[in-house]
């Protein structure tokens, strides 16, 4: 019967009734409700063990019901290590438990607990470093013994993808605290994105009893759900996780198979805090769990958690939680209280009433298991001291809840800065020095009685309204005495098994072994002992491990700290960083111009550039012809995303001097120079051409790719050298053309008349400004293309109306607009390379022969250096070009370029650049080839599937050797 342990509504606010999800655990098939997930159905048909840790291979069951320990870690056909309380069954057919041999309920590998004492705290550092090797023989095993899920490589990946979301205010935390400050913040005008790693919105009053009646709970959550879900400047994302913290408000969340990138111009964390367990002998078996993993079983899946039940609590939360239990029907045969007195008699009348003994001043010290579940605990008094005393009973009971307390979810929070600081008296650690733009509010900023839950919420709230420029109202600052940790709940056992860490099997006296070791430092007791290092990164073991080390290494809790809390929250799939991602696209001022001429676009870096224009079915005779109408008459490129920045000041002459390869202080006023520029390597990363505006001005290009690179690195450099120069990145300021052909000079003496075109008085590699139609360009006469040609830089306000002039112009020369494909193919025929594609990560100048571009007399340029060490020595590859008859098969780009033909070959090479050229009817080239293959003349083999085509190396450009197209009259 599928409700045998099922409890009646209200109870099971997550599951439907209606529908039954059958679904198999360890080949045994079970029913659930839909909405269930793995571990709740699993509970409700009496199925408490569900994998096996990690190291001692010890029976484990849910901890916290909440996603938030590693204790039922299950194995998916398609995905390993998923938490069993976090998986709907509906998503769930078949699940396997996880890390042991033989079978769940018997593990061969349990004996590995009898062999403990040999395997003491960082036992692997000092046992298997010698003799030398000895390690490579015990990893095998080693893994094998300590694994945990198995990857299924043959999965198909599922598709995942990332999204952009903008915000006034982001909440991270949909409990009381969250909802009332997304209801306070929106009410003031703000934006507001509220996000819950939770199926439903209300955190704690989901499950949570907040009196001694149960009923405010409710009224209180129905009020502001509607609230929230009514308002229409409130987003909800349930079943989201925001996943880490970066600076100004940056917030990875993931919610499904979709990373939102969120950027929030005020955030508050509202993620309230991890309830504690008590450290005693035996307390990781199943059927141990803490009160809110009761409340929760009770509340979201109306699951009656047990038969007999005894709560052991340090606070006032473990009434209210017996209570509950006792209320739907559950017999609490005990609340053990470790406190000495109880300040709120309401609570103690109120389970007596029920008939619940209460015990004052007394522990759980060991609790004991039959069949892999939990049969019955001992009980001890406590001293004044707090120390374990005599037995007071042993006490028969299939479920042990427990509380010591709480501990703020502080990991966001300390990514952006926060710091910890412990308080003696509440026995808890509190959050301060939070950054301007990120607030806190609720039970992680130490607040428990609802009123002020709600009150601290508001405030946060209002405090974000203020500086958003809504409000001038500052919240209150919120304060509450209700005291929740029980400030000593660890009670080592002689015999040891009274686990701090449940992930990594380790015990109270492996955190002290560590401090004895000399690991006094909380960070070196983690990297030693593995503490916080398993699945749940010390969610539960963090409070412990560090009042164990503070008393051991007699300093203060605050002294001592807790681990440096780093990103990831939760484990984050590969596949939400490698899944489609949103590429913002630019378009340059003519890109209707290019729609409306028929353009193919394709991208170039985040640009959108024709590659050429026409039917993609002509795609190649396309390209041809507006190559042939460059080299035979005259064409014009839109090359507005080529990188534009000024260089300004006294220093601009050594600075560029510095930067570049080639010497730039002696470059006359009015000239360009071509412009390389290597890393501290000695690699090539970018080139570009430098135009000499005046002694102090230079207005430089840069790849489209490159260009952000390239300034970054400027800025990097002058902060060091402190040259009295201004550098500034202009390349949405400035668009530019390129006219190129025979016919260009005609073209721009038509549109441009203030400048002097004539061959002497506008030279090759000369610049020039002038005026089209009144507004102000720059001419750079240039040859990238091998022609005749002219780059206008212009005002990117004027491009378009400089295009249509142009465009208008060049009709009584039949001027044809070419694309990208087509100057790439010209450039080839010029032999000249592009960064990227015709270099690699290990390019350097002298494989390029752009040597003649280095100024050798100069004492000092980025890079210098290596490039003087790494072309002196005996040189292994060179670009060369490459020439094939037009009958053979295209070489492409990445080709492989061998020594020999056959397969004992050796790889020398590859092909960078390769394409058909009508003007030379051939294949042409650039390739990599091993230093033996580079004279011109030699044949060299390129495998294309599998069969090698054998081009002959030729000099250098294939087209017009000797410039004399670029000097047409």
Same mark, same amino acid.
């Given at each position: 019967?599928?409700?045998?342990?099922?409890?009646?509504?209200?109870?099971?606010?997550?599951?439907?009734?209606?529908?039954?999800?059958?679904?198999? *655990?360890?080949?045994?098939?079970?029913?659930?409700?839909?909405?269930?997930?793995?571990?709740?159905?699993?509970?409700?048909?009496?199925?408490?063990?569900?994998?096996?840790?990690?190291?001692?291979?010890?029976? !484990?069951?849910?901890?916290?019901?909440?996603?938030?320990?590693?204790?039922?870690?299950?194995?998916?056909?398609?995905?390993?290590?998923?938490?069993?309380?976090?998986?709907?069954?509906?998503?769930?057919?078949?699940?396997?438990?996880?890390?042991?041999?033989?079978?769940?309920? &018997?593990?061969?590998?349990?004996?590995?607990?009898?062999?403990?004492?040999?395997?003491?705290?960082?036992?692997?550092?000092?046992?298997?470093?010698?003799?030398?090797?000895?390690?490579?023989?015990?990893?095998?095993?080693?893994?094998?013994?300590?694994?945990?899920?198995?990857?299924?490589?043959?999965?198909?990946?599922?598709?995942?993808?990332?999204?952009?979301?903008?915000?006034?205010?982001?909440?991270?935390?949909?409990?009381?605290?969250?909802? +009332?400050?997304?209801?306070?913040?929106?009410?003031?005008?703000?934006?507001?994105?509220?996000?819950?790693?939770?199926?439903?919105?209300?955190?704690?009053?989901?499950?949570? !009893?907040?009196?001694?009646?149960?009923?405010?709970?409710?009224?209180?959550?129905?009020?502001?759900?509607?609230?929230?879900?009514?308002?229409?400047?409130?987003?909800?994302?349930?079943?989201?996780?925001?996943?880490?913290?970066?600076?100004?408000?940056?917030?990875?969340?993931? =919610?499904?198979?979709?990373?939102?990138?969120?950027?929030?111009?005020?955030?508050?964390?509202?993620?309230?805090?991890?309830?504690?367990?008590?450290?005693?002998?035996?307390?990781? %078996?199943?059927?141990?769990?803490?009160?809110?993993?009761?409340?929760?079983?009770?509340?979201?899946?109306?699951?009656?958690?047990?038969?007999?039940?005894?709560?052991?609590?340090?606070?006032?939360?473990?009434?209210?939680?017996?209570?509950?239990?006792?209320?739907?029907?559950?017999?609490?045969?005990?609340?053990?209280?470790?406190?000495? =007195?109880?300040?709120?008699?309401?609570?103690?009348?109120?389970?007596?009433?029920?008939?619940?003994?209460?015990?004052?001043?007394?522990?759980?010290?060991?609790?004991?298991?039959?069949?892999?579940?939990?049969?019955?605990?001992?009980?001890?008094?406590?001293?004044?001291?707090?120390?374990?005393?005599?037995?007071?009973?042993?006490?028969?009971?299939?479920?042990?809840?427990?509380?010591?307390?709480?501990?703020?979810?502080?990991?966001?929070?300390?990514?952006?800065?926060?710091?910890?600081?412990?308080?003696? =008296?509440?026995? !808890?650690?509190?959050?301060?020095?939070?950054? &301007? +733009?990120?607030?806190?509010?609720?039970?992680? &900023?130490?607040?428990?009685?609802?009123?002020?839950?709600?009150?601290?919420?508001?405030?946060?709230?209002?405090?974000?309204?203020?500086?958003?420029?809504?409000?001038?109202?500052?919240?209150?600052?919120?304060?509450?005495?209700?005291?929740?940790?029980?400030?000593? @709940?660890?009670?080592?056992?002689?015999?040891?098994?009274?686990?701090?860490?449940?992930?990594?099997?380790?015990?109270?006296?492996?955190?002290?072994?560590?401090?004895?070791?000399?690991?006094?430092?909380?960070?070196?007791?983690?990297?030693?002992?593995?503490?916080?290092?398993?699945?749940?990164?010390?969610?539960?073991?963090?409070?412990?491990?560090?009042?164990?080390?503070?008393?051991?290494?007699?300093?203060?809790?605050?002294?001592?700290?807790?681990?440096?809390?780093?990103?990831?929250?939760?484990?984050?799939?590969?596949?939400?960083?490698?899944?489609?991602?949103?590429?913002?696209?630019?378009?340059?001022?003519?890109?209707?111009?290019?729609?409306?001429?028929?353009?193919?676009?394709? @991208?170039?870096?985040?640009?959108?550039?024709?590659?050429?224009?026409?039917?993609?079915?002509?795609?190649?005779?396309?390209?041809?012809?507006?190559?042939?109408?460059?080299?035979?008459?005259?064409? %014009?490129?839109?090359?507005?995303?080529?990188?534009?920045?000024?260089?300004?000041?006294? /220093?601009?002459?050594? *600075?560029?001097?510095?930067?570049?390869?080639?010497?730039?202080?002696?470059?006359?006023?009015?000239?360009?120079?071509?412009?390389?520029?290597?890393?501290?390597?000695?690699?090539?990363?970018?080139?570009?051409?430098?135009?000499?505006?005046?002694?102090?001005?230079?207005?430089?290009?840069?790849?489209?790719?490159?260009?952000?690179?390239?300034?970054?690195?400027?800025?990097?450099?002058?902060?060091?050298?402190?040259?009295?120069?201004?550098?500034?990145?202009?390349?949405?300021?400035?668009?530019?053309?390129?006219?190129?052909?025979?016919?260009?000079?005609?073209?721009?003496?038509?549109?441009?008349?203030?400048?002097?075109?004539?061959?002497?008085?506008?030279?090759?590699?000369?610049?020039?400004?002038?005026?089209?139609?009144?507004?102000?360009?720059?001419?750079?006469?240039?040859?990238?293309?091998?022609?005749?040609?002219?780059?206008?830089?212009?005002?990117?306000?004027?491009?378009?109306?400089?295009?249509?002039?142009?465009?208008?112009?060049?009709?009584?020369?039949?001027?044809?607009?070419?694309?990208?494909?087509?100057?790439?193919?010209?450039?080839?025929?010029?032999?000249?390379?592009?960064?990227?594609?015709?270099?690699?990560?290990?390019?350097?100048?002298?494989?390029?022969?752009?040597?003649?571009?280095?100024?050798?007399?100069?004492?000092?340029?980025?890079?210098?250096?290596?490039?003087?060490?790494?072309?002196?020595?005996?040189?292994?590859?060179?670009?060369?070009?490459?020439?094939? /008859?037009?009958?053979?098969?295209?070489?492409?780009?990445?080709?492989?370029?061998?020594?020999?033909?056959?397969?004992?070959?050796?790889?020398?090479?590859?092909?960078?650049?390769?394409?058909?050229?009508?003007?030379?009817?051939?294949?042409?080239?650039?390739?990599?080839?091993?230093?033996?293959?580079?004279?011109?003349?030699?044949?060299?083999?390129?495998?294309?599937?599998?069969?090698?085509?054998? @081009?002959?190396?030729?000099?250098?450009?294939?087209?017009?050797?000797?410039?004399?197209?670029?000097?047409?009259?």
């Amino acid at each position: 019967m599928i409700d045998n342990n099922r409890l009646s509504p209200p109870m099971g606010s997550l599951i439907s009734r209606d529908n039954t999800v059958s679904f198999e *655990f360890e080949g045994k098939h079970y029913l659930g409700y839909d909405g269930d997930t793995v571990a709740s159905a699993l509970i409700a048909n009496d199925q408490w063990l569900m994998s096996r840790s990690f190291k001692y291979h010890r029976p !484990r069951g849910p901890l916290t019901m909440a996603g938030q320990d590693a204790n039922t870690l299950v194995q998916l056909p398609d995905e390993a290590n998923v938490l069993a309380d976090r998986v709907d069954i509906s998503t769930a057919p078949m699940v396997m438990g996880q890390n042991y041999n033989g079978s769940l309920e &018997n593990d061969k590998d349990a004996l590995l607990e009898k062999v403990g004492r040999f395997m003491p705290v960082g036992f692997y550092y000092r046992a298997f470093y010698k003799p030398k090797g000895i390690w490579d023989k015990w990893e095998p095993l080693i893994r094998k013994k300590a694994g945990l899920g198995k990857a299924n490589l043959d999965v198909e990946p599922t598709y995942h993808d990332k999204a952009y979301l903008f915000c006034d205010v982001m909440i991270v935390g949909a409990g009381p605290a969250g909802l +009332n400050a997304a209801i306070t913040a929106a009410q003031g005008g703000a934006d507001v994105l509220l996000i819950d790693e939770n199926k439903q919105l209300g955190g704690a009053l989901t499950y949570h !009893r907040f009196d001694i009646d149960g009923e405010i709970a409710d009224e209180k959550l129905n009020a502001l759900r509607s609230a929230v879900i009514d308002h229409p400047k409130i987003r909800v994302l349930t079943d989201a996780v925001c996943n880490a913290w970066f600076t100004d408000n940056y917030l990875p969340v993931l =919610t499904g198979n979709r990373m939102y990138k969120v950027r929030a111009k005020q955030c508050i964390v509202a993620s309230g805090e991890f309830e504690q367990h008590v450290v005693f002998r035996n307390n990781d %078996i199943p059927g141990i769990v803490l009160c809110s993993a009761a409340m929760r079983l009770m509340k979201h899946y109306a699951i009656k958690p047990g038969n007999k039940s005894v709560v052991l609590t340090g606070n006032d939360d473990g009434y209210l939680a017996a209570i509950e239990l006792a209320q739907q029907g559950v017999e609490v045969v005990s609340i053990i209280d470790m406190r000495k =007195t109880q300040r709120c008699p309401d609570l103690v009348n109120a389970a007596q009433t029920l008939g619940i003994p209460v015990v004052l001043g007394a522990t759980v010290f060991e609790a004991q298991a039959r069949n892999n579940h939990l049969s019955a605990v001992e009980v001890h008094s406590l001293d004044e001291d707090g120390n374990v005393a005599q037995r007071v009973s042993t006490v028969e009971c299939d479920l042990l809840c427990v509380s010591s307390g709480y501990m703020p979810t502080y990991q966001l929070l300390c990514q952006a800065g926060a710091q910890l600081t412990y308080n003696d =008296t509440s026995a !808890r650690f509190t959050l301060k020095n939070l950054p &301007n +733009n990120l607030h806190i509010a609720g039970s992680v &900023n130490g607040i428990h009685a609802l009123g002020k839950v709600l009150a601290d919420g508001e405030s946060a709230a209002q405090t974000c309204l203020v500086n958003l420029g809504l409000s001038d109202v500052l919240g209150g600052v919120i304060t509450c005495d209700q005291n929740t940790n029980f400030p000593w @709940p660890i009670f080592p056992h002689p015999k040891g098994k009274d686990f701090v860490d449940f992930d990594e099997d380790l015990q109270s006296k492996d955190i002290i072994n560590a401090t004895r070791l000399g690991y006094r430092d909380i960070q070196l007791v983690k990297r030693f002992s593995t503490v916080g290092m398993g699945p749940s990164q010390g969610r539960h073991s963090a409070l412990a491990t560090a009042r164990l080390v503070a008393e051991s290494t007699e300093r203060t809790v605050s002294e001592t700290g807790v681990t440096t809390a780093r990103p990831p929250f939760i484990p984050e799939k590969l596949a939400y960083l490698a899944g489609r991602t949103f590429n913002p696209e630019r378009l340059t001022p003519m890109h209707a111009r290019h729609e409306e001429l028929g353009a193919q676009f394709m @991208p170039a870096g985040a640009w959108r550039r024709p590659a050429y224009y026409g039917e993609p079915s002509n795609r190649h005779a396309l390209i041809q012809d507006e190559a042939l109408a460059v080299r035979q008459n005259v064409g %014009i490129i839109d090359v507005s995303t080529l990188g534009g920045i000024e260089v300004y000041g006294p /220093d601009a002459p050594e *600075f560029l001097n510095r930067m570049y390869t080639f010497a730039f202080v002696k470059q006359p006023v009015g000239k360009t120079r071509y412009a390389v520029l290597t890393n501290e390597q000695g690699v090539v990363v970018d080139d570009g051409v430098a135009c000499r505006i005046a002694e102090d001005h230079y207005y430089v290009t840069a790849t489209t790719s490159g260009v952000d690179a390239v300034y970054r690195e400027m800025k990097k450099w002058n902060a060091q050298w402190q040259l009295d120069v201004d550098i500034a990145n202009v390349t949405s300021a400035f668009s530019a053309v390129n006219v190129a052909g025979p016919l260009a000079r005609k073209v721009l003496e038509k549109v441009c008349s203030d400048v002097d075109f004539a061959p002497d008085a506008f030279p090759y590699l000369f610049y020039r400004e002038g005026h089209i139609d009144g507004m102000p360009v720059r001419l750079a006469r240039v040859g990238f293309v091998g022609e005749l040609g002219y780059e206008i830089h212009m005002p990117t306000l004027f491009a378009l109306k400089i295009w249509d002039l142009l465009m208008s112009a060049g009709e009584e020369f039949d001027m044809r607009p070419f694309g990208v494909e087509a100057q790439r193919l010209l450039r080839l025929e010029k032999g000249h390379i592009i960064v990227g594609q015709d270099t690699d990560g290990m390019s350097h100048p002298g494989e390029l022969s752009l040597g003649w571009a280095i100024a050798k007399a100069k004492p000092f340029y980025v890079g210098s250096r290596s490039v003087d060490i790494v072309m002196r020595r005996e040189q292994t590859r060179k670009l060369v070009g490459f020439k094939l /008859d037009k009958s053979s098969a295209k070489p492409e780009e990445g080709h492989l370029v061998l020594d020999k033909a056959g397969h004992d070959s050796t790889i020398t090479g590859n092909v960078t650049s390769c394409d058909f050229s009508s003007t030379l009817d051939a294949y042409i080239g650039l390739a990599f080839v091993g230093i033996n293959q580079q004279e011109p003349g030699t044949l060299f083999p390129i495998r294309i599937d599998g069969k090698e085509v054998w @081009p002959e190396v030729v000099s250098l450009p294939f087209y017009d050797p000797d410039g004399a197209r670029q000097e047409v009259i």
